[in-house]
C-alpha cells in the first residue's frame, strides 16, 4: 500500500510539473506579444514610435516579397543553363558519331576535321556544365538572401511588439504590469542575432558563386565560338 501511495504521488507530481511547465511556456510566448485589441485604447499621439516600427515592419515584409521573386527568377535562369547544357552533350554527342564516321572512311583529313569539332564541342559541354554550376550557386545566394529577409522581419516584429509594449505602458494601462519588457528586449537581441547568423551565410554563399563564376568565364573564354551559354557574366 505504501508502495502505491508513493507511485500515485510520484505521477501526480510528474502530471503536475508537466502542467506548469506548459503554462509557463503559454505565458512566454504571449509575453513577447501585444494583443492589437489592447493598443486600440492607447491614444493616437502616443503612438509614434509604433507606427514608425509599423511602416518599418511593412518594408521589411516587401523586401521578402521581392526575395522570393529573385529566387524564382534564379531558377528560371538555371532551368535555361541546364537545357542548353543538355544542347551541349546532344553536339558532342553528334560529334562523336561523325569522328566515327570519317574514321570509316580511312582518309585523314576528314578524321582530322572531325576530331577537332569533337574538341570544340567537348570545351563546349564542359562550359554549359560550369554555366549550370554557376546558376546552381546563383540559387543558393538567391535563397540564402531570403532567409536574411525573413529574419530581418523577424527583427522588425519584435521590434514592432516592443513598441507596442512601450506605448501601452506609457498610456498607465495596468495591463502592462503583467508584462515583462525584458521578455521583448530578449526577443528583439535574439531576432538580431538570427539576422547576423543569415548575413554571414550570404556573404560565405556570395564567394561560392563569385568562384563559380569566375571559373564558368575561363571555360566559356577556351570554349569555341559555337557555344555562347545562357547567362550574363556581368
Known amino acids: ?10 505521477v501526480m507530481g510528474l502530471a503536475l510539473g508537466a502542467s506548469m511547465a506548459f503554462l509557463a511556456g503559454c505565458g512566454s510566448s504571449k509575453a513577447a ?7 486600440a485604447r492607447v491614444p493616437e ?26 529566387v524564382r527568377d534564379a531558377e528560371r535562369a538555371a532551368e535555361v543553363a541546364r537545357r542548353n547544357g543538355d544542347a551541349a552533350k546532344s553536339r558532342m554527342e553528334a560529334e562523336k558519331a561523325a569522328v566515327k564516321a570519317a574514321e570509316a572512311t580511312g582518309q585523314r583529313s576528314p578524321i582530322a576535321q572531325a ?23 546563383k ?28 506605448a501601452l505602458e506609457r498610456s498607465g494601462d495596468v495591463r502592462a504590469k503583467d508584462m515583462s519588457e525584458a521578455n521583448y528586449m530578449a526577443a528583439v537581441a535574439e ?19 563569385q ?23 556581368d
Open 191 to 209: 531576432a538580431k542575432r538570427e539576422v547576423e547568423d543569415a548575413r554571414r551565410r550570404v556573404d560565405e554563399q556570395k564567394r561560392v558563386e
Open 45 to 70: 499621439d502616443q503612438l509614434g514610435e509604433v507606427r514608425d516600427a509599423q511602416l518599418a515592419r511593412t518594408k521589411a515584409a516587401d523586401n521578402v516579397t521581392r526575395a522570393e521573386v529573385a
Open 115 to 137: 576530331q577537332s569539332k569533337l574538341q570544340g564541342a567537348e570545351a563546349g559541354r564542359v562550359a554549359a556544365d560550369a554555366e549550370v554550376s554557376w546558376h546552381d550557386r
Open 1 to 10: 500500500m505504501f508502495q502505491n501511495r508513493t507511485k500515485r504521488h510520484w
Open 211 to 233: 568562384d563559380a563564376r569566375a571559373e564558368w568565364q575561363r571555360l566559356r573564354s577556351e570554349a569555341p565560338q559555337g557555344y555562347g551559354g545562357s547567362g550574363d557574366a
Open 139 to 166: 540559387t543558393d545566394t538567391a535563397k540564402a538572401e531570403q532567409d536574411l529577409r525573413a529574419a530581418e522581419l523577424k527583427v522588425a516584429d519584435t521590434e514592432l511588439n516592443l513598441a507596442q509594449y512601450k
Open 33 to 39: 506579444r501585444v494583443d492589437d485589441a489592447m493598443m
